[in-house]
């Protein structure tokens, strides 16, 4: 069954700093993974999406990248701003069933 | 597009007493899935849809009952409430969930069972 773990569970950093999101997965026959923001009391917004052919994909700021052979993603933030604050989680579409598995979330809060 | 909609936003149920969370989405996704999420457990899949007609059980199916008469719609209905289905509800669609495109999320429902 596959399990998808995060960490850190909470980071707290100065603005302007860059960082690294990890999400680590057991079953490395994933389809996709998906990296999405939460904010408090809000549903998810989808930040990026890659394929299981691809290693990396970009929008702004963001970098994700996949590395399936150590069952492995990174979700790279630069430059962070308080706006960036809030839960991140990843989630993975395995190639046998129809669904995602998701992580618990990295809870990040960016500092002015 | 409104992309996905759920109502209610809150709800609060005595224990027995059954309700329907609406679902809404005018993408056209013929993949369709209701989630729950709790505090140190995350995401779990509850029921989802591959399109109208046709629904599967996810990995916490007991005591919730769904089914998928149109393309847009995807109710979620709890039979008998209990205090356990406290959670925030979350309704999600995407293209085909068999080919794993990306997933739209609503903005939840916040139950509450006393």
């Known amino acids: 069954k596959q399990e998808v773990t995060q960490i850190p569970a909470a980071l707290s950093v100065p603005e302007g700093e860059n960082l690294v999101l990890n999400c680590s997965f057991t079953d490395s026959a994933i389809y996709n993974l998906q990296w999405f923001r939460q904010d408090p009391g809000k549903g998810l917004t989808s930040l990026l999406l890659?394929?299981?052919?691809?290693r990396e994909q970009t929008s702004g700021r963001l970098n994700a990248s996949l590395d399936k052979s150590s069952g492995r993603s990174t979700l790279y933030i630069a430059a962070s701003q308080p706006g960036d604050s809030a839960t991140y989680l990843c989630a993975v579409k395995d190639n046998y069933g129809q669904n995602f598995v998701f992580g618990p979330g990295t809870r990040l809060s960016v500092l002015p | 597009n409104a992309g996905v909609t759920q109502t209610p936003k809150f709800q609060v149920l005595k224990t027995g007493q059954s309700m329907t969370l609406q679902c809404a989405q005018d993408?056209?996704?013929?993949?369709m899935s209701w989630y729950r999420q709790d505090p140190g457990m995350g995401l779990r899949l509850i029921h989802y849809?591959?399109?109208?007609?046709?629904?599967d059980q996810g990995e916490v199916p007991n005591g919730y009952n769904v089914s998928r008469s149109t393309t847009e719609d995807f109710p979620l209905r709890l039979l008998s409430a209990a205090p356990s289905q406290t959670s925030v509800y979350f309704c999600?669609?995407?293209?085909?969930?068999?080919?794993?495109?990306?997933?739209?999320f609503g903005p939840g429902t916040r139950l509450t069972v006393t």
């Open positions: 849809s591959v399109g109208a007609g046709i629904t």
């Open positions: 890659i394929q299981s052919s691809q």
């Open positions: 993408m056209n996704h013929e993949y």
């Open positions: 999600a669609s995407s293209y085909s969930g068999s080919w794993g495109y990306e997933q739209y």
